[in-house]
């Protein structure tokens, strides 16, 4: 079966619109929550999800926060701004459907699927070796599937070793998988990896292939309706993310490039 795995979306229909046309005919779509915040398209990218036959989805942090089960304050000023406006634009039929979505760990298969982590599925991170191998205590199945870091990697527990190991798979190369992983296809709608495309991944359960994938979208359209809206003022965070904590693997992708986020990373330790 060919699968499309997708995460934050962020309320980027654009975004979703050109996964979806590169990703061609898929068997099913999972999709690890955070389907809106930050972005211009809340109800269009609800709806057109709700329309995908086939579909899995998580509830994610931006998800949870939009349905009134937690304050806004524990967000930037940027994702606070975009949740305060979306949360009166969703229509109650996009609201309640975001308020059937689980929020704890679900498993499919061999696989179980998360938004931030299996331990903490809405909101921790995982985003070095060391908090993805507290992880592997709490899924039982060979690979879990998170979202949430926005970053598009692989972690896996190399038992012969007794170590985990970061793997970043080459685009569009069948990364061949290997029991026992956390996967994270990035995210459609906001990557922070230093590659502005949307990111998703095809996972084949039959070959165990994860091809990771990047889809080119008119981000300049998407930035101009953001700011449209009032809801972003910088170009960055839409095209590459505000940075919600400091992170190795963020710092280290976006940080040495960018003194701006580097600033932001620091002052948020
Ligand atoms: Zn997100």
């Known amino acids: 079966m060919r699968i499309l795995v997708i995460s934050d979306i962020h309320a980027n229909l654009t975004a979703l619109q050109a996964v979806l046309a590169d990703a061609g005919e898929v068997d099913e779509t999972w999709c690890l929550g955070d389907v809106i915040g930050y972005g211009p398209d809340p109800n269009e990218v609800v709806e057109r ?27 930037n000023t940027e994702a606070r701004r975009s949740l305060l406006w979306q949360k009166k634009a969703l229509s109650p039929a996009n609201l309640a459907y975001l308020e059937s979505l689980p929020q704890e760990t679900l498993v499919r298969q061999t696989v179980s699927l998360a938004h931030g982590s299996p331990r903490d599925p809405v909101w921790e991170y995982i985003l070095n070796t060391l908090v993805a191998r507290l992880n592997f205590g709490a ?56 590659d502005p495309r949307a990111s998703y991944v095809i996972y084949d359960d039959v070959q165990h292939t994860w091809t990771a994938r990047r889809a080119a979208y008119d981000i300049a359209e998407v930035q101009r309706r953001i700011r449209a809206a009032g809801l972003c003022h910088s170009d960055l965070s839409v095209q590459n993310g505000t940075i919600p904590l400091p992170t190795p693997i963020v710092f280290r992708f976006l940080g040495k490039r960018c003194p701006r986020l580097r600033r932001q990373v620091v002052a948020r330790k």
């Open 49 to 75: 999800l709700r329309s995908l036959p086939d579909l899995t989805c998580m509830l994610g942090n931006h998800d949870v926060a939009v349905l009134g089960q937690m304050d806004f304050a524990v967000f």
């Open 139 to 194: 899924f039982e199945t060979d690979y879990c599937l998170v979202g949430h870091s926005h970053v598009q990697c692989v972690f896996h527990l190399d038992a012969v070793q007794n170590r985990v190991v970061l793997e970043i798979p080459k685009l569009d190369e069948p990364y061949v998988l290997k029991p026992r992983s956390i996967l994270n296809p990035g995210s459609v709608g906001q990557p922070r990896d230093r």
